[in-house]
Nanobody
Framework: QVQLVESGGGLVQAGESLRLSCAAHASIFGLNAMGWYRQTPGKLRDLVAI???????NYSDSVKGRFTISRDSAKNTVSLQMNSLKPDDTAVYYC?????????WGQGTQVTVSS
């Protein structure tokens, strides 16, 4: 069983910062990736940022230079530091663990950025 527990969403004003965190409660061995997707009503879930156990990262073009992803592989946690937030960043953010040919998702946390 894999359980992902997210925290850190909320309501902020444009230009402010938020930090999202996610902890994977599971026995994980070997290569994997953890990261964040986001979704707005009526749209598909899109990648925000993802990081592998080797430290390789991939960011959406829309967040490059503003968001930073990091992880503690020993603790199976991943964080997303979001700076210079924009109203377009408003979405439900989902933590993902990609491991052993499967994707596991958190329950989602709402991020709302007011203008």
């Amino acid at each position: 069983q894999v359980q992902l527990v997210e925290s850190g969403g909320g309501l902020v004003q444009a230009g402010e910062s938020l930090r999202l965190s996610c902890a994977a409660h599971a026995s994980i061995f070997g290569l994997n990736a953890m990261g964040w997707y986001r979704q707005t009503p009526g749209k598909l879930r899109d990648l925000v940022a993802i990081i592998t156990t080797t430290g390789s990262t991939n960011y959406s073009d829309s967040v490059k230079g503003r968001f930073t992803i990091s992880r503690d592989s020993a603790k199976n946690t991943v964080s997303l530091q979001m700076n210079s937030l924009k109203p377009d960043d408003t979405a439900v953010y989902y933590c993902i663990l990609r491991y052993s040919y499967a994707d596991y998702w958190g329950q989602g946390t709402q991020v709302t950025v007011s203008s």
